[in-house]
């Protein structure tokens, strides 16, 4: 099976002006791109090593696989968590899971203040996380370094905020927090609840 670079629900220029078109062209058209032109790489190699019995490139082959295999659904999931705000971008969420945000962190004014702190503080590339871990049966908010790195295990992403420099830096430059404090204006909530939902079954 090959892995394609999936359409987006909306046009490069609807997020405006909370992210600028250029950003989405390239960021799309070309950095998630070579995500899935790795991770199709990194499987024929991995295929292949199998098939020879050469196995001594595994490790790097299978530290290739997590890094552009997160990136590719990192990156599926960022896009359908966003849209323009004259479809639905924005706002709050509603039914379960905004009671599951007032259980388990007391409101969504303290929720986004906790997403947001984590977010704008990533060291270096990666992601803010909110999601629904089975084991603990509750929202759990994490930062994921690069694609891939501090995951917890059991643990389902509903909303991801990339803050790889790619994804805000034509616009924004340095100003991470003033990305993410725009970024919310496009969260799609109805996604989100969406995994919530698919998340809990």
């Known amino acids: 099976m090959e892995y394609t670079l999936p359409a ?3 046009d490069y220029k609807d997020l405006e002006p909370h992210i600028d ?8 058209g070309k950095h998630h791109k070579a995500y899935v032109d790795g991770l199709n790489g990194a499987l024929k190699k991995l295929a292949e090593a ?3 019995g050469d ?3 595994v490790p790097a082959l299978t530290r290739q696989l997590a890094f552009h295999a997160g990136g590719y659904f990192n990156h599926v999931v960022f896009w359908n968590n966003m849209a323009p705000s004259s479809k639905g971008g924005g706002g709050q969420p509603s039914g379960k899971l905004a009671d ?4 388990d962190f007391g409101g969504y004014d303290k929720f986004t203040a906790h997403f947001t702190a984590a977010t704008t503080t990533v060291e270096g590339n990666g992601w ?3 999601a629904y871990h089975a084991a603990l ?3 759990v908010v994490f930062t994921m370094l690069n694609q891939q790195m501090g995951t917890p295990v059991g643990t389902t992403p509903l909303l991801m905020c990339d803050v790889w420099e790619h994804a805000y830096y034509l616009k924004y430059q340095n100003r991470r927090p003033d990305y993410v404090k725009a ?6 909530w109805k996604d989100v609840e969406s995994r919530y939902a698919a998340a809990m079954k």
Not at 100 to 103: L, S
């Open 8 to 10: 987006l629900p909306y």
């Open 21 to 28: 078109e250029e950003t989405m062209r390239i960021h799309h």
């Open 50 to 52: 199998r098939a020879s």
């Open 55 to 57: 196995l001594a490139g």
């Open 100 to 103: 599951a945000i007032q259980r």
């Open 128 to 130: 803010g996380v909110l």
């Open 137 to 139: 049966r509750r929202l």
């Open 183 to 188: 970024w919310w204006n496009v969260v799609n």
